[in-house]
């Protein structure tokens, strides 16, 4: 069975004691895109943060694989808004800190290093392996961010707003390039976003959250034209309230 199914059963989140989150259930598929969408304040990344295992449910229950999420083996990998890397060490040092932490890099150091620059190689970075962080620019890393991120084999890659500080040209490139990469690993990918044209690029299915506390207010199968899909929808949305 291909890893990487998401299963949430009636998660409610609380900060102190304002409710952020109420009765979120789905289902996402192994190897399934899914973009998580809704104004700012609706809950979104504190929904992420939950799939990654940085918060606890109030209430409910999270499963990887049918696995409590706090009990699964690999964890969900979140790949943040800015690339945190470390400036000190190369692009391809960067991209092998989870082998590090894995112990993987100390027990076979060149199937580790053959690992890290396939995966540098596959986000268009061949050449820049050596450099170091100042010397790239944003889109490279966050590719180098992206080659880190996937490095551990991980079966699901959340992404918190990935693209914000980027021009448009390059945010194209890399939402290709990142949904291209997951097809080919099988990998389930959940973004957040408030951007439709990134959810579009990025998702065959999306969620939409909205309320106070945030609720799961429609779940939208994308079709052929998905961004004028999903803009259609908003427009009715907005014409509806």
Do not use: C
Not at 34 to 60: D, E, F, M, Y
Request: glycine share 8%.
């Amino acid at each position: 069975m291909t890893p990487g199914h998401i299963h949430l059963d009636r998660v409610a989140f609380q900060h102190g004691h304002t409710p952020i989150l109420r009765d979120i259930s789905f289902d996402i598929a192994a190897g399934e895109h899914v973009a998580i969408v809704g104004r700012s304040g609706a809950g979104k990344s504190t929904l992420l943060h939950l799939l990654a295992g940085l918060l606890r449910p109030s209430h409910g229950s999270i499963a990887v694989d049918g696995t409590p999420l706090g009990r699964h083996a690999r964890k969900p990998v979140l790949m943040f808004q800015r690339p945190a890397l470390l400036p000190w060490l190369t692009a391809r040092d960067n991209v092998m800190v989870p082998l590090h932490f894995s112990n993987a890099a100390r027990r076979d150091p060149f199937v580790a290093r053959q690992k890290a620059d396939a995966l540098i190689e596959q986000v268009g970075l061949a050449d820049r392996a050596a450099a170091l962080p100042t010397s790239l620019s944003g889109g490279q890393q966050q590719r180098v961010a992206l080659a880190r991120a996937l490095v551990g084999d991980t079966a699901v890659l959340l992404l918190d707003e990935p693209f914000s500080a980027l021009d448009t040209e390059t945010r194209v490139a890399l939402r290709r390039d990142i949904r291209a990469l997951a097809r080919v690993r099988h990998t389930t990918l959940i973004t957040v976003t408030h951007d439709l044209s990134d959810a579009a690029a990025l998702a065959d299915r999306v969620l939409f959250l909205a309320g106070s506390p945030g609720q799961i207010e429609d779940d939208i199968a994308l079709g052929k034209n998905p961004e004028q899909e999903l803009r259609g929808y908003f427009s009715n949305v907005r014409d509806a309230a």
